[in-house]
């Protein structure tokens, strides 16, 4: 506790509100991400690895999960800026090596921010901090693999141990690593889907027997209509824009849900051909609907109940292949308008105007991402989004479907390879088969349920393959201290990141090759799986030289830390995994459904489909063997007089955690990230000047508050009543208790806050009642400690 804040890495008074903030997407990402790239990896390095990304032939984007066109249809550049930026984060020649960690002690490291350590560039050998230590220092592998024995065979019990996993690690690690925690004896393995899609993990395995899309990429190109909800394609999924244009020149329209009017769905100008470059590219959203924060519940079931008044239902579908439907139908019937237009903000106009279009459409694809994910409402939203697609029998058939778009690469192979504290029986029953041991059958901690059980002293070891658990979590201050709690913790990493950090008694860092480097482990030349939004699986194979000849392999880290904790135990031939990942892909087949001879298929260009039955044939593995209908209250978020409701999101120079740079180009942003976006009639309500410095405080229903300093007003086009910042600042706001019901996701969106002028920036007289209502309530922890130097417009 009491720790001081990172310092800012740049002057911020040079921080600038450009003003262009709905400017099309597409053309000057070549230049930005061409740059970036020469910046970081020079002229040889830029070609050799971007030519290879997103190739048959090449490696797959380490950033987001949007799938790839088939094999005949990809582009030379099959790539985005944001794909750019995180290849040049990888590739970057720049080298932290024991002289970087010697010169830096790890109370100057904690005082960083994550981009200033992210910037430092590619870990070269592993590093250990002993307890009591000031300084990482290198250690050999076979020790850090020993010293991560000790500590596991030290404990009381395996569950006090938690196995973590980013969405970037490959198919073939993240099976060997669930193996060799459930051989260790624990099904703790929380991951990032924990904190991103669970709840549409949780909501559509409920009602059509799988959490995932029911779409091919074809089908997108083929729909009548594409419904966007909570969804950012312009920076978080940008390779989705060229998808989205060649829709809408087969006919296709565009729907946008969302509070803040993105400019990657206002126009596009593709880079990749002539009327991009030189033309007005193509308008994406033929509407928008400005919902209000958390209001999306409600607005798909008015829409559904326009539909059903209306009569656009499909009648065989329904009576064929679901349960449920007159249940909801009632419910329907009696909808509140009243609620219904208070929940949304919309008019009943543009709600019936929505509802034309999809009544007007045979074929729609309902695409959404974490601004339907990340509320306490999240999975009763995503079941409606189902409601609404049943009632038009848009699943299982070509150009319709839902579509959750994943926003970390290989987040859902990691699911499909096991990595889940909550496997399925039928999973832990092929795991006994084929290696001949009794995996555990209770349930492991999520990401919510870790942080609380290192906080509880439950959980002394924390291992983490890959990722920033500590920036990527909510209720920071808790988090952090939970994490110090900790014996030993372990992170899988390429460069330094915050959660380096914040330690564990002991601490390791084992540095990873990247996907965009040879991996010659066991002296041949190795490839690894990976599947993307749409169930498709194929291979990666990075060409470059790696950043270091100390790195290794996940798959290689995996093997060799099994090696070291349980050794010989039950005949898991982990050397042999090691030195040939084809001896873990034919595992693979036998083990994980829907992967039968799954080494040959990823020969083939492309890979290949895994199976879905809703999408296949319109067949639904649910308790009811059928798809469900399912009836969820209609709600109205109550905000207090003089709040507002903050939602979390990345600016567009950021991937999840990682911060590539510190603008928001389509947002006007330049040079600094602690903004808080504003409607313009609020900051007249409300006494804000644009510019002005105010501290965000957090309310709960519990009266305590949490306070993040520091942040400058703009003026954005938001619905009234909502606000937006950039995570991780924020995250300290959302305390650990506020998350999903069903999923236990953490709600990063529909926070009630204030915004407080700062006292430094009130006249004298008003001074007194500003401090007032700064006063700290139980839960607050030391944000207020974790300040920074103030922003300034330019």
């Known amino acids: 506790m009491g720790r001081k804040a990172p310092t800012t890495d740049v002057d911020e008074a040079d921080l600038e509100v450009t003003g262009a903030k709905h400017a099309a997407a597409g053309t000057t990402a070549v230049a930005v991400s061409m740059k970036r790239a020469l910046e970081q990896m020079g002229v040889s390095r830029t070609a050799r690895t971007l030519l290879k990304l997103n190739q048959t032939d090449g490696f797959d984007c380490q950033g987001c999960a949007w799938p790839d066109p088939s094999p005949e249809h990809r582009h030379t550049a099959e790539f985005c800026e944001n794909g750019a930026k995180a290849v040049a984060e990888e590739a970057t020649l720049r080298r932290v090596g024991r002289e970087f960690f010697a010169a830096h002690p790890i109370e100057e490291l904690h005082d960083r921010t994550d981009y200033w350590l992210g910037q430092q560039g590619r870990i070269t050998e592993p590093m250990v901090l002993r307890a009591g230590a000031t300084h990482y220092e290198p250690i050999s592998w076979d020790d850090a693999f020993a010293l991560i024995g000790t500590h596991l065979n030290a404990l009381d019990s395996p569950d006090e141990a938690i196995f973590y996993t980013s969405g970037k690690t490959s198919n073939e690690a993240a099976f060997a690593y669930q193996l060799f925690v459930r051989a260790f004896g624990t099904n703790n393995l929380p991951d990032c889907s924990n904190m991103c899609h669970e709840s549409t993990s949780v909501g559509l395995a409920e009602v059509i027997g799988i959490g995932k899309a029911s779409v091919t990429f074809d089908d997108v190109l083929s729909a009548d209509l594409i419904v966007i909800a909570g969804q950012n394609p312009g920076t978080n999924h940008p390779r989705m824009l060229t998808a989205l244009e060649e829709a809408k020149q087969n006919g296709a329209k565009v729907l946008a849900i969302n509070p ?48 059903l008044e209306w009569g656009h239902v499909d009648h065989d579908f329904i009576g064929q292949h679901t349960h449920g439907f007159e249940e909801w139908a009632e419910h329907l019937r009696a909808l509140d308008w009243d609620l219904v237009l208070r929940s949304t903000g919309l008019a009943r106009a543009e709600i019936e105007e929505a509802a034309r279009m999809i009544a007007a459409s045979e074929k729609t694809v309902y695409c959404w991402a974490m601004g339907i994910t990340q509320h306490r409402n999240a999975v009763a939203t995503v079941k409606e989004i189902a409601n609404l697609s049943f009632l038009q029998g848009n699943i299982g058939k070509p150009g319709a479907g839902l579509f959750p778009v994943r926003g970390h690469s290989n987040v859902q192979g990691d699911r499909t390879m096991g990595i889940w504290e909550r496997a399925p029986g039928h999973f832990l029953d092929a795991l006994h088969d084929e290696f001949g041991f009794e995996p555990p059958r209770e349930h492991g901690y999520d990401a919510v349920a870790a942080v609380k059980a290192l906080r509880d002293g439950k959980a002394k070891v924390f291992f983490a393959m890959g990722g920033n658990f500590t920036s990527a979590m909510s209720d920071t201050s808790v988090t952090e201290d939970a994490m110090r709690r900790a014996e030993l913790t372990v992170h899988v990493s390429t460069k330094p990141n915050r959660s380096h950090v914040v330690h564990g008694r002991e601490a390791l860092i084992l540095p990873a090759l990247g996907r965009s480097e040879k991996d010659l482990t066991g002296g041949i030349a190795q490839r690894v799986t990976v599947e993307d939004s749409l169930c498709s699986v194929h291979a990666s194979q990075g060409p470059l030289k790696p950043a270091s000849k100390h790195l290794r392999s996940e798959v290689d880290i995996v093997c060799s830390m099994a090696l070291a904790t349980i050794g010989s135990r039950y005949d898991i031939p982990w050397a042999a995994f090691r030195d040939d990942y084809s001896e873990i892909r034919r595992r693979i087949a036998r083990v994980v459904p829907g992967c039968a001879g799954y080494d040959e298929k990823v020969d083939k260009p492309g890979g290949f489909m895994l199976p879905h039955p809703p999408r296949d044939t319109r067949t639904f593995p649910t308790a009811k063997d059928r798809a469900i209908f399912t009836v969820s209250p209609t709600e109205v978020l109550h905000v207090p007089e003089g709040r507002l409701l903050l939602q979390t999101m990345r600016s567009h120079d950021q991937f999840n955690t990682t911060i590539y740079g510190l603008d928001d180009r389509y947002r006007g942003i330049k040079n600094g990230r602690r903004v808080v976006f504003v409607n313009p009639d609020d900051m007249v309500s409300l006494h804000l000047d644009e510019g002005q410095l105010v501290d965000i405080v957090s309310e709960w229903e519990d009266g305590s508050e949490r306070m993040v300093p520091r942040f400058r007003v703009v003026s954005y086009d938001t619905p009234r ?57 139980a839960g607050r922890g030391d944000e207020q400690k974790r300040q920074v130097e103030p922003l300034h417009l330019a």
């Open 260 to 307: 803040l009017k993105e400019a990657g769905l206002v126009r596009f100008k593709n880079p990749q051909n002539v009327r991009g470059v030189v033309g007005n590219g193509t308008e994406m959203a033929d509407l928008h609907l400005p919902v209000r924060i958390n209001g999306d519940l409600a607005l798909f079931q008015a829409i559904s109940s326009l539909l």
């Open 721 to 777: 009543g909502c606000t937006g910042a950039y995570y991780p600042e924020t995250n300290p706001l959302v305390p650990l208790d506020s998350k999903a019901d069903g999923s236990n996701q953490p709600a990063f969106k529909s926070v009630i806050v204030r915004l407080v002028a700062r006292p430094d920036e009130v006249p004298q007289h008003e001074r007194a009642h500003t401090m007032a209502e700064r006063t700290t309530s």
